[in-house]
């Protein structure tokens, strides 16, 4: 009963909001000039999904801080970052809540401590080590085995390059047109314009797929 309802909800929201897209605000003289009935009716329906939406976003930190709480209870493996994680979220949320708009407190202190400074640095070391196997990735990439690995090492030989001085030291006594800088820019605007603009439609083919069956309640399971 209750996934039969979800559907029914899930359809009758989506079949909504495309109808509302696809009608014309205003028909035709020759077809009577009626209006779209479902446009009045377009912002409680938006308010609806962002309230919705909004309880749904909850359910992660509070699903998070359900699973952190019984990590400690039953005292499992890595109950020391647990507790981490509890301590951090109650100073954060205390630090936020108390911390005033033009006065200079002890909170305002703890509230730039927490997020210019810890978290600032968490942030660039996980940068940091995304780029490092980002790194790690391309080397095992860009192997010369075959063409295709040949033409890629190629074209990111030439890229790196033309983004550096060194770069523009190797071919400085070329042409203009011939010289690194002026390849990598025309690598970039045009075939990797292209390879963007392809993946990009391949990923909005999936989401409209993805969010078709989930309009029409297929492949869904709620337990």
Known sequence: ??????????????LYFLLEFLLPERAPAWLGGWKNPLTPW????????IVVGTMAFL???????RSHVMTLV???KGRVYSAAFLVALVVSMVATALKPEDLRTVWTVVYEALFYGVIAAFFASSMALLAFYLVSAAHRALRLSTADSALMLGAAAIILLGQVPAGDWLTCG???GLQLRS???WILMYPNTAVQRAVLIG???GAFATGLRHWLGLGTRLE
């Open 74 to 76: 039953r005292k499992q």
């Open 203 to 205: 990923a909005c083919g």
């Open 183 to 185: 390849w990598s820019q």
């Open 1 to 14: 009963m209750r996934r039969s309802v979800v559907r029914l909800i899930t359809f009758v929201g989506g």
């Open 59 to 65: 359910l992660g930190p509070f699903n998070l801080t």
């Open 42 to 49: 377009f912002g409680t329906a938006t308010n609806v999904v």
């Open 174 to 176: 070329l042409p203009r």
